[in-house]
């Protein structure tokens, strides 16, 4: 099959828990591509994304692992099935226009089951109205053009429609009250973002959880977390946001870790009904 340069984060994932799957057989790659009857150069660029691989191997692979969790290889042949019999999804429309990091989150959100987030001092990506995006990417260092500025902003915006999708997954939104009052454009951009808030708080698929400063401190406070949910549990992924940009994770200490941290960091939340009061009162302070 062709290399593909550079592979995708969802590409590298399945490669990823390929590998996964051999080590837990306990084979190395030259038993594993005896034993597949391929050679080992095939096995190393499968495991590390750089070449495809059909719904068919993968099957044969997890056969050959005796992998005994019938739902996780069924989960990795879809994977990758999709990409031979789905269209290109709409973030393939901004490659070589955003960041490949930025392509990689849409690609996780449009997948995924469910997602869990907290925000420290932005509002979640995908509960962002227009003119609060734009304030927010106005403040990128260094600065971008304004023809940077409206397809970014552009590919915010296309992001929110997963939650509008024919199966959108369910999100849990915990937002610390720093992001409730932390200002981004003008006084009345920022009433219409708390009301834009309190709008999506409504749909049926949307959960927003306010930990005020009155809580006090919670695991990761200095750091903003989203955990995606994947069909079965070891396909879950969790990003977060460093100096360098987003950062993917999906080793299973790091995904016990940060379920363990969002759960800790819930319990700090008011409920869904309060926090929509607590929402309201900060917009009548502004």
Known sequence: MPVRKPPTERQRRLGAELRKMRERAGLTINAAAAMHH????????????????SADRVRIWAANYCCPERDYADALVAMARERRIAEPGWWDEYRGMVVARLLD???MEHHAVALRTVQIVY????????????????EAMPPPTPEALERMLSFRMRRSDVLDGPRPPK????????ALRMRFGTREVSKAQLAHLLKQSERENV???VVPFAAGGFPQAGSSTLYAHGPVPQLDTVQIETA???????????LANYRAVLDRTEQRALSPARSQDFIREVARQL
């Open 38 to 53: 391929t050679d080992r150069t095939t096995v190393t660029n499968t495991e590390v994304g750089r070449i495809g691989v």
């Open 105 to 107: 989150l849409a690609e």
């Open 123 to 138: 509002m979640p990506g995908l509960l962002q109205c227009e003119d609060y995006a734009r304030a927010v990417i106005e």
């Open 171 to 178: 999100g849990t939104f915990i937002v610390h009250e720093a």
């Open 207 to 209: 959960m927003i959880r």
């Open 244 to 254: 360098m940009g987003a950062e993917f994770l999906d080793a299973e200490n790091h």
